[in-house]
């Protein structure tokens, strides 16, 4: 059984693990208007990670007894400067959400419950893929902003991202 507290929490966080969905999905539209479809596709692959992700915290909190509760989600920011205005808003956005997630770790133990912390390695671990995998996007285009053709570039290798569900425990 799941404390009342590690339940809320984890509630909350499939709210922002929602809204981090809805923020990659407003950043596909972004995209999508300036025609650069391999971006938009990174991000279309981004927003299943994050639906993946808010669905494995429901299916957990539902396994030990929690019950799930909704809220509203945060309507997104639609409008960017510039793509790498929009990688460097997804690269803090990830900082947020580790952030998030070792706090998450910290109340599991807190509350001395073990199953929830060895559930939330996984979430630690992708953090640091996430932040990583951004901050690499950032880097390839502030080096484009004296050669402005890399984007089409980049654009054909974003259009090759795939999304690949998460794994089950143990496989």
Do not use: C
């Not at 969905?21 to 991000?43: D, R």
């Not at 559930?119 to 402005?148: C, G, Y």
């Amino acid at each position: 059984m799941i404390s009342k507290k590690m339940e809320k929490a984890l509630n909350e966080q499939v709210n922002a693990e929602l809204y981090s969905a809805y923020l990659y999905l407003s950043m596909e539209a972004y995209f999508k208007s300036l025609n650069l479809n391999g971006f938009a596709n990174w991000m279309r692959v981004q927003t299943q990670e994050e639906v993946s992700h808010a669905m494995k915290i429901y299916g957990f909190v539902d396994e030990r007894g929690g019950r799930i509760t909704l809220k509203t989600i945060e309507g997104p920011q639609t409008k960017w400067d510039s793509p790498l205005a929009v990688f460097k808003d997804i690269y803090k956005h990830e900082q947020k959400v580790t952030s998030l997630i070792n706090d998450l770790v910290n109340l599991a133990i807190e509350e001395k419950d073990h199953a929830t912390n060895t559930f939330l390695q996984w979430f630690v671990n992708e953090q640091v893929e996430e932040e990583a995998s951004a901050d690499q996007v950032v880097q390839q285009l502030k080096i484009m902003e004296k050669a402005p053709g890399g984007m089409f570039m980049l654009d054909r290798e974003l259009a090759q991202r795939v999304f690949t569900p998460p794994a089950a425990e143990g496989e």
